[in-house]
């Protein structure tokens, strides 16, 4: 069985910024095939560690777990499951823990998870968790050498009373045991600099990985930045708009704007880049962000 690294100690141990993906599971048999031959691509650029999304209930539950197996058939990156307090009892979570733990994974993004949908606010399931930091504690008592990631917000959590008790929160989850943060996707880089600043300030000294999206059109984009209550710069909505309906050449004005980021952001001394890459292998593999994550890995 195979044991996969910490990502604590890839972030302690690499002499450069480190590079993962994220994958979500597809929703039948044919994607899941479709996404492995785009997974076997990405994979090919060596990212130090990918992550796979964990969704609601108990039937995603299991296709985040096959996505995982089929990402660890695939190489020896670490691949690193979300894990989400959703419809789940502590127990249940003690055993999620322990299954994962004895497949050798050691790395879990750990999360509250989204209210379902059509329900606005967040309901822990019955002797369940509220909070993504009770998680981190469930998970780091039941077995220490789980390597937890948390959730980084530089706009600000939708649901949070102010920046500040937003701020509070991802601290507490860093003190619980959280041993990096992975943001909420932006486009603004002025806004995860701000954010790393206060964070800093207010004592965090952990890793926080920035998250990206490549933008594929305005009308995703804009549906993304509404979610995510992410600011959209006036110059990529223009930069989209002019693109009109033109698939390809929306997705290079994503393309382009997200490989900036990553050069500012690496510039700037950012500890790797997290790319949200929606399971296709065709954007990381067109330039100008094929040669920007090249510079990353050196793949
Ligand atoms: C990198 C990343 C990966 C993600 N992956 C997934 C995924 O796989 N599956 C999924 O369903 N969702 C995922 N999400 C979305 C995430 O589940 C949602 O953003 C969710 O609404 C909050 O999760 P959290 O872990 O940040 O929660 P928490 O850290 O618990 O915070 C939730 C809210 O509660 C507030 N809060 C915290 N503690 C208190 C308190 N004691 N009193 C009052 N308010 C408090 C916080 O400020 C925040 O507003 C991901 C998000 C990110 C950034």
């Known amino acids: 069985m195979k044991t996969d690294v910490s990502i ?5 141990e690499a002499q450069r910024p480190l590079l993962s993906f994220e994958f979500f599971p597809p929703k039948d048999e044919a994607g899941l095939e479709t996404l492995q031959t785009h997974a076997r691509e990405l994979l090919a650029l060596a990212p130090d560690f990918v992550t796979v999304t964990y969704g609601a209930g ?12 089929m990402l660890r058939n695939l190489s020896d990156i670490p691949v690193m499951p979300h894990l989400t307090c959703v419809g789940s009892s ?6 999620i823990a322990d299954e ?14 989204d209210p379902p949908k059509g329900n606005t606010e967040f309901q822990p399931a019955p002797d369940g968790l509220s909070f993504a930091v009770e998680l981190v504690q469930l998970l780091k008592r039941r077995h220490p050498d789980f390597c937890c990631g948390v959730a980084a917000y530089p706009e600000v959590h939708p649901e949070a009373d102010s920046p500040e008790s937003d701020l509070a929160n991802l601290k507490a989850k860093i003190d619980a045991g959280g041993a990096f943060g ?6 603004d880089n002025a806004l995860y600099f ?21 933008a594929l059109s305005l009308k995703q984009v804009q549906r993304m930045c509404t979610m995510c209550r992410a600011a959209l710069p006036t110059e990529l909505e223009q930069q989209l708009a002019d ?16 490989a900036r980021q990553i050069e500012e952001l ?27 994550l090249a510079g990353i890995t050196g793949h």
């Open 58 to 69: 108990g039937s995603t539950r299991q296709k985040t777990f096959e996505v995982c197996r």
């Open 8 to 12: 604590q100690t890839l972030f302690a």
């Open 90 to 95: 502590r127990a249940d979570l003690d055993e």
């Open 266 to 292: 690496l510039q700037q001394g950012a500890p790797g880049i997290h790319l949200y890459i929606l399971n296709r292998s065709g954007i990381a593999l067109s330039p100008p962000l094929r040669t920007v």
């Open 194 to 214: 701000s954010f790393v600043e206060r964070a800093r300030a207010a004592g965090i000294t952990a890793p926080i990985l920035p998250g990206l999206l490549p």
């Open 100 to 113: 994962i733990h004895a497949l050798g994974y050691r790395n879990i993004m750990t999360l509250r998870g």
């Open 243 to 258: 693109a009109g309906e033109d698939a390809e050449a929306s997705q290079q004005v994503g393309i382009e704007w997200a």
């Open 182 to 187: 992975t943001t909420q996707l932006f486009f």
